[in-house]
């Protein structure tokens, strides 16, 4: 299973992380700053600056999503039979499944969307 703590903290990285990115990239095209120019005006610098501290803030969230997702698969615990709890047939059978899924018939009492 995922360690859901890390996941949470990789996801909140990986958000401000983006929109400190992109956020002021989408302001300083506003503003009027050029594209694909090699040394801008020292009116755009701040917002460069901060864009570029947003992109370190983006890879490190992503690095722990990463790192997590390895960790996890090398020492997290095993998940069970039906971790999100489903209701529909493939979660009732055994995993891998036996050579025709069911022994028996099954019966159906419930819809595959009656959580309640």
């Known amino acids: 299973m995922y360690d859901t703590r890390w996941a949470n903290i990789g996801l909140v990285l990986f958000f401000v992380g983006f929109v400190t990115l992109y956020g002021p990239m989408f302001l300083l095209g506003i503003k009027g700053m050029p594209r694909r120019y090699f040394d801008y005006d020292e009116v ?16 490190a969230g992503l690095a722990i999503i990463i790192i997590n997702l390895f960790a996890s698969l090398k020492s997290g615990s095993k998940a069970p039979a039906d971790p999100w709890g489903g209701k529909t047939l493939e979660w009732t059978i055994p995993s891998p499944p036996t050579i025709e899924n069911f022994e028996e018939t099954p019966v159906i009492t419930k819809g595959p969307y009656d959580y309640n």
């Open 44 to 59: 755009f610098h701040a917002g460069n600056i901060v864009s570029s501290m947003g992109a370190f803030v983006l890879y």
